[in-house]
């Protein structure tokens, strides 16, 4: 199985803002067809995945604005919150096995006055055993999976976004989950992380994006404040 491969493009399942899913590319199949030879992808963070494979969405006229504050509008999205990440969980919908990450988020700033201070935000692609999408895998091979192939794991990394990691202190842009209805419940059209910092300027420190920004145009280094207020 190759690490990498190119992505394959199909009719979106979900949208929110704007994001409009790609086909997510079964990295078992096409490796098998391009002799691709197995190994860990070097952007990704040590032993979070025995492969990565590419997905790339289309990004409609939501993103086209000039900055990420005019994208956040309080009359375009629900909520700005920062806080840190508790807990992910992967979430895999049949039957074309639609993999999504739902993040639990401590909250320590809304822009949401009222808003709970518990969030789950789900965001497309991460990281998944095989297993877990085993009937994508089979049908396209057109055999049973090995012993050893369920328990490897797969990161479906959309446009180059490093998955979320517990620990991590993120600024997310959201929108409400309509899925789930229930309040602290979205899905999320824009993440960004703040490195690690200590001493007096921790809380001063940037957030930056975990890829690249989903409009080249926008800035690099974002003020969380700026956004939270």
């Known amino acids: 199985m190759a690490s990498t ?9 979900r949208s929110a803002l704007g994001v409009a899913a790609a086909g997510l590319v079964l990295p078992l199949a096409l490796a098998a067809r391009s002799g691709g030879s197995p190994g860990k992808d070097p952007a990704g963070p040590p032993g979070a ?13 939501s993103y086209g604005v000039p ?6 509008r309080p009359a375009k999205v629900d909520n700005v ?26 909250v320590e700033r809304q822009r949401k ?4 201070t518990t969030a789950e935000v789900r965001e497309q692609g991460g990281v998944v055993t095989v297993e877990q999408v085993r009937s994508s ?29 517990v620990g991590d202190r993120v600024l ?26 200590t001493g007096a300027g921790a809380a ?3 957030f930056t994006w975990p890829g690249e920004p989903p409009n080249p145009a926008w800035e690099r280094e974002v003020d969380g404040e700026a956004l939270l207020r």
């Not at 997310?172 to 910092?197: E, M, T």
């Open 5 to 13: 491969v190119s992505p394959v493009r199909r009719p979106s399942r």
């Open 49 to 61: 995945a025995d492969r990565t494979v590419r997905v790339e969405v289309d990004l409609n006229r």
């Open 67 to 72: 900055s990420l504050a005019a994208f956040a």
């Open 81 to 106: 919150i920062s806080g840190t990440v508790t807990a992910t969980r992967p979430l895999v919908t049949p039957p074309a096995d639609y993999v999504e990450t739902v993040l639990t988020i401590s």
């Open 113 to 116: 006055k009222g808003a709970p």
């Open 137 to 165: 895998y089979e049908g396209k091979l057109g055999r049973e999976l090995t012993a050893a192939e369920p328990a490897e794991t797969v990161d479906h990394r959309v446009n180059g976004v490093v998955p979320a990691r």
């Open 172 to 197: 997310v842009v959201v929108a409400d989950d309509a899925s789930v209805r229930k309040p602290g419940a979205y899905v999320v059209p824009a993440r960004l992380v703040r490195a690690d910092a």
């Open 204 to 206: 001063a420190a940037p």
